[in-house]
T-cell receptor
Framework: SQKIEQNSEALNIQEGKTATLTCNYTNYSPAYLQWYRQDPGRGPVFLLLIRENEKEKRKERLKVTFDTTLKQSLFHITASQPADSATYLCAPWDNYGQNFVFGPGTRLSVLP | NAGVTQTPKFQVLKTGQSMTLQCAQDMNHEYMSWYRQDPGMGLRLIHYSVGAGITDQGEVPNGYNVSRSTTEDFPLRLLSAAPSQTSVYFC?????????????FGSGTQLSVL
């Protein structure tokens, strides 16, 4: 069955450092993958979409990579700030079900 | 611009009771969906709709019904609530269905079934 794993349930880093979050998927081959941010008590908010042929995409301090051979996406936040503290969800596209399937999320805490 | 609006924000039910979770969007989106979010399990798709009059099942549809009579509204009905349905429910919409579309989420309904 399809499975999505995000590297750890929680990640603590120091302000100013680069945060790297990992999303691994098995038993399917998405052509697209999205990343969302979720704050406590709120719904997820879209951040980035990356296509399988893009390898890397950037938006301000955010960078996403997509390695279809490793079946993995990495999400980087450079020069992290306490305001970046949130849960980050990856969502690979399910070609069969024609929907995005969400991972369990990684809770990032940026410490001042 | 309200986006996706969900009501109520909190609800407590007794086992066997029924209720409807409301979802409305004002962005003229064709695609709407319902997810439930449980600790450690991510968002799981319950039902979705690609347009008025069209609905389909997602990953975990049992115990839930939906209908889509208008483009704006997509209510989720629990026919006979069970403790296993205790969860946070999110409604989401997008302009159309497809891998290129980003989802807009409501703020969620926290449901407890006793």
């Amino acid at each position: 069955s399809q499975k999505i794993e995000q590297n750890s349930e929680a990640l603590n880093i120091q302000e100013g450092k680069t945060a790297t979050l990992t999303c691994n998927y098995t038993n399917y081959s998405p052509a697209y993958l999205q990343w969302y941010r979720q704050d406590p008590g709120r719904g997820p908010v879209f951040l980035l979409l990356i296509r399988e042929n893009e390898k890397e995409k950037r938006k301000e301090r955010l960078k996403v990579t997509f390695d279809t051979t490793l079946k993995q996406s990495l999400f980087h936040i450079t020069a992290s700030q306490p305001a970046d503290s949130a849960t980050y969800l990856c969502a690979p596209w399910d070609n069969y079900g024609q929907n995005f399937v969400f991972g369990p999320g990684t809770r990032l805490s940026v410490l001042p | 611009n309200a986006g996706v609006t969900q009501t109520p924000k909190f609800q407590v039910l007794k086992t066997g009771q029924s209720m409807t979770l409301q979802c409305a969007q004002d962005m003229n989106h064709e695609y709407m969906s319902w997810y439930r979010q449980d600790p450690g399990m991510g968002l799981r798709l319950i039902h979705y709709s690609v347009g008025a009059g069209i609905t389909d099942q997602g990953e975990v549809p049992n115990g839930y019904n939906v209908s889509r009579s208008t483009t704006e509204d997509f209510p989720l009905r629990l026919l006979s609530a069970a403790p296993s349905q205790t969860s946070v429910y999110f409604c989401a919409s997008s302009y159309s269905t497809g891998s290129n579309e980003k989802l807009f989420f409501g703020s969620g309904t926290q449901l407890s079934v006793l």
